[in-house]
């Protein structure tokens, strides 16, 4: 017994707008979905998953440049921001907007912008307030370093 053309028509449509949308160009790939998630390797022993509005990967630089609700996480570690570039081959992140980074321990990073070696978990931000959750601490300046993993 064939479907209906109305249970067809609305199987279509489910089918279509579950389906992530993939465009390409020579240098780019952009992934559009409504919960964009992207797994990432680095050097580093745990992989790096970034989830955004949109996920442009730039294959010629080997760059992702991820906008709009930006959540890097590593582990444990989070890196919430309206933006951000992660060079591959540098193994550098750059967010902008609304930074806020959360380690391990709970210990919290807040700011204009963030530039962060994956690797190293070293980095700068810029007009940042740092909270160490342990010690029940606050830093503030107008650029904070992390120069050791620890």
Not at 37 to 49: A, D, F, K, N, R
Not at 88 to 109: C, K, P, Q, R
């Amino acid at each position: 017994m064939p479907m209906p053309i109305k249970k067809i028509y609305l199987l279509f449509i489910f089918i279509f707008l579950c389906i992530p949308s993939i465009s390409f160009s020579e240098d780019a790939v952009q992934v559009s979905t409504s919960e964009d998630t992207v797994q990432i390797s680095t050097s580093s022993e745990l992989p790096v998953y970034i989830d955004a509005d949109v996920i442009i990967y730039d294959k010629e630089t080997n760059t992702y440049h991820a906008e709009g609700n930006v959540i890097v996480t590593q582990g444990d570690s989070v890196i919430i921001s309206d933006k951000m570039d992660i060079d591959m081959l540098s193994n550098l992140a750059t967010a902008e907007g609304n930074v806020e980074m959360i380690d391990e321990g709970g210990n919290t990073l807040k700011g204009d912008r963030l530039e962060f070696d994956i690797d190293t978990k070293t980095g700068t931000v810029k007009n940042g307030r740092l909270f160490f959750k342990k010690e029940n601490v606050y830093v503030d300046g107008d650029e904070i370093r992390k120069t050791d993993r620890e």
